[in-house]
Structures are given as C-alpha cells and as structure tokens.
C-alpha cells in the first residue's frame, strides 16, 4: 500500500509539474480565445497521458504482489548456486608440484693429485605428483646435473596402479629406480652402494605393500647379452629381480630391513656406463647377478645404517677389469648419526665409513671415511658441511695408497 500511495504521488506530482510548464507562459498574459482552447486541448492530451500512467502502475502493483517472493525465491537460489559453483577443472586440482635446488661449493684433490675448487650448481630437481583418480597415480622426476654436462633429462615418468590404503597390491610401469636397495643417507656424496647398484630403466613393478611389509617383483630393459655389437639400445626386456623389505616405526624408534636381487648388476647405471663408453661393448657375455642387504634403525636421537651390495659373479677381463681377472665388484656403507636441536634448529651430525671390492675400474675409492653436519635453518632450508677422505686402489698391495680429500658446503632448498 505504501508503495502504491507513493508511486501515484509521483505520478500526480509529474502532472502537476507538467501542467504548470505549459500554462506559465499563458497565464503570464491576457489569453486569447484561440489560446484558451489550445490550452484546453493540452490539459486534455496530459489528462489522458496521467489516466495512461496510472493504469500502468496500478497493473505493476497488481504483480508485484505475486511477484516478490517469486522474484527473491529465485534470487536466493542463483546466489546459493553461484557461492556452490566451481569454475573448471584447474592443474592444481590434481597435480602437486614439489623439488629441490641444490648449490655447493666444493674444494679437494683429486686421486691423482690434482686440486680444484669450484661452485656447482649440482642437482635442480621438479617433481610433479598427478592424481585424477583414486585409483590411479602419474610421477613425472625432471632432473638437472651440474656434473653431467649442464643438461636436464627426464629422471622418472610412471604410472601407479592401486591403493595400498584400501588394497595392498599395485602396479607401477614407466621409467623408474627397481627396488634394488635402499640407498638412504645422512651424507651429500651418494654412497658407494648406490654408485654400484642403482638401476633405472623403463619396466614394471607388482608389489605388496601391507602391515609393514613391502614384497615386489620387477622386469624391465637391460643390457644385452652375447650380441655382437658395439652399438645396443638395452631395448630387450631381459632384466627381473625381487625384492623384500620391513618397516616399523614409532615416535621415538623404529627399525628397516631389506633383501633384493637382480638378475643383471651389470644394468646399474654405472657399469652399464662403463661397459658401454669405456670399454666399448654393446652387450655382456654373461649376464652377473647381484644383491643388496639393508638395514637401519633409530631409537631416539640416534640413527644407523648399513647397506651391502655385491656382484654375485665376475665379469670378464673385457667388461670389467681388475687386476688380471674380471671383477666382482661390491660396496659397503655404514653410518652412525645422532639429531639435536640447536638454536630451535633441527640438527643432524652423521660419520660414516664405506668401502668398496675390486671397484677400481669404475672409479670407486677403496675406502672412504666421511662426516656431516647439517642444520634446517628455515622451513625448507638447509645448510650442509661434508667433509671426506678416500683412499684409492694401489696395483701394488705394499706400496703406500693414493688418497684425495673433498669438502662440500652445499645450501638446499626444498620446496
């Protein structure tokens, strides 16, 4: 009602307004009958216009009394729908994006003398984790090596089948590490284990994973056997192996242990790397089986690791040398660690001591005795200081061994 009363003042307030514009000038002077009639006949015209207007407000206040809560209804529910609604689907919806940047500067001798100090941008490292579907994972690892020639290569690219959450079996197939070792450290160097035994090829995983207990079986590309060439892609898929390990942790301690096998050693990176550049074969004549054993454990601001691996078998003088047979390489690396707290920063001081068999063809120091303090100076943030001693291999068993030495200072961001 009151909007009724109001909007027809405005009409009768509008006419009002309109009739006096047009009788001023008239009643300003002594009317003619001519100009009384056409003064008339506006007064008329604007009578029927206002009878017009006033019709029309009273047929829109007719609806408006149905309309409102029509009109608000919908209102409400437009709002409620667009607060609801989500634009698209955005990258970050199923894709985590996580990596490290990794500077060093680093200053030794070498095993042949020679000195050098230098910084190094040593590993810029993205990882994108992609997850559609419950069910179903993606992993792609781009790497970048400052000692490899400045380059980025595509590290990992893979697919995971499964949900051990709900269902402990899984599948993963692409380019990946086998589960051949552990390979967990304290230290900046990877350790001679790792240097020996790491394979990363293209193959597939089955595995179970359940109470602790991880078992998995693979097959992927390895190096070829008994061909004639020195040209081979290790596009045949002639590698397999097994691999069984245990985990239990609590607060304050806990406790890891792992057996695995390959059927190939010679498939890690660096034998292949030097059965294929340095000695310049394509293939092997037989394939040499190896074998990694690991275990760790922490109670409470201790740590320690051990880790074996081995070539189960020699190669040939032409593949591998050493002294005037073929080798049968193997690696140990043990270490002790012990984290504190210093100046509210997480700190971790580790010593270890490694050592490597019949290894001197690929490059590996005979021993090597190894520190490390690290502190997490910020969320992400780390400040690292190594320092280690490698003695090498002699041909001669009584002759004094050649040793090197390296400090690292390395700051690493993970993000």
């Known amino acids: 009602p009151m909007t009724k009363t109001l909007n027809r003042s405005l009409a009768l307030a509008a006419t009002t307004a309109c009739l006096l514009a047009y009788t001023a000038p008239v009643l300003a002077a002594s009317p003619s009958k001519a100009e009384l009639e056409q003064l008339k006949q506006q007064v008329q015209l604007l009578m029927q216009q206002n009878q017009q207007l006033n019709q029309r407000i009273t047929d829109m206040e007719k609806n408006a009394q149905v309309a409102p809560p029509a009109k608000a209804a919908i209102e409400e529910e437009v709002t409620r729908q667009l607060g609801e609604k989500k634009p698209g689907p955005q990258i970050n919806d199923f894709v985590s994006l996580s990596g490290s940047i990794e500077g060093d500067y680093k200053l030794g001798k070498d095993k042949v ?26 992993k792609i690892v781009i790497d970048y090596d400052g000692d490899d020639d400045d380059r980025f290569y595509l590290d ?8 051990t959450e709900e269902y ?12 051949f070792g552990d390979f967990s450290t304290n230290m900046i160097q990877d350790p001679l284990t790792q240097t020996l035994g790491e394979i990363n090829p293209k193959g597939v995983i089955i595995g179970y994973e359940g109470n602790g207990i991880t078992a998995t079986v693979f097959s992927y590309n390895g190096m070829n056997e008994n061909e004639d060439t020195s040209d081979s892609d290790n596009d045949t898929i002639n590698g397999f192996g097994a691999s069984l390990a245990y985990s239990y942790e609590e607060e304050d301690k806990g406790f890891t242990a792992g057996i695995a096998w390959a059927n190939n050693i010679a498939d890690s990176t660096t034998i292949t790397e030097y059965v294929e550049d340095t000695a310049g074969l394509g293939s092997i004549s037989d394939q040499v089986g190896g074998i990694n054993l690991n275990i760790g454990g922490k109670y409470q601001a201790f740590s320690a690791i051990a880790e074996y691996t081995a070539a189960l078998d020699s190669f040939t003088f032409a593949e591998v040398p050493y002294g005037a047979e073929g080798a049968e390489p193997k690696a140990l690396n043990t270490e002790l660690a012990y984290t504190t707290s210093i100046a509210n920063k997480e700190t971790v001081f580790a010593i270890g001591y490694q050592k490597s068999w019949e290894a001197y063809a690929l490059d590996l120091p ?13 969320d992400g943030t780390t400040v690292m200081l190594e320092y280690f001693i490698d003695e090498f291999y002699n041909e001669d068993p009584d002759a004094t061994k050649d040793s090197g030495y390296g400090f690292t200072t390395r700051l690493k961001y993970e993000f």
């Open 113 to 138: 003398g020679d000195s050098s100090s230098e910084f190094v941008l040593d590993t810029v490292e993205l990882i994108m984790d992609i997850k559609v579907v419950d069910w179903a994972t993606g």
């Open 156 to 163: 990992e690219a893979n697919i995971t089948l499964g949900k």
């Open 168 to 179: 402990p079996f899984f599948l993963t197939a692409g380019k990946l590490y086998v589960p």
């Open 366 to 378: 005979e021993e090597r005795y190894i520190t490390t303090a690290s502190m997490n100076i910020f």
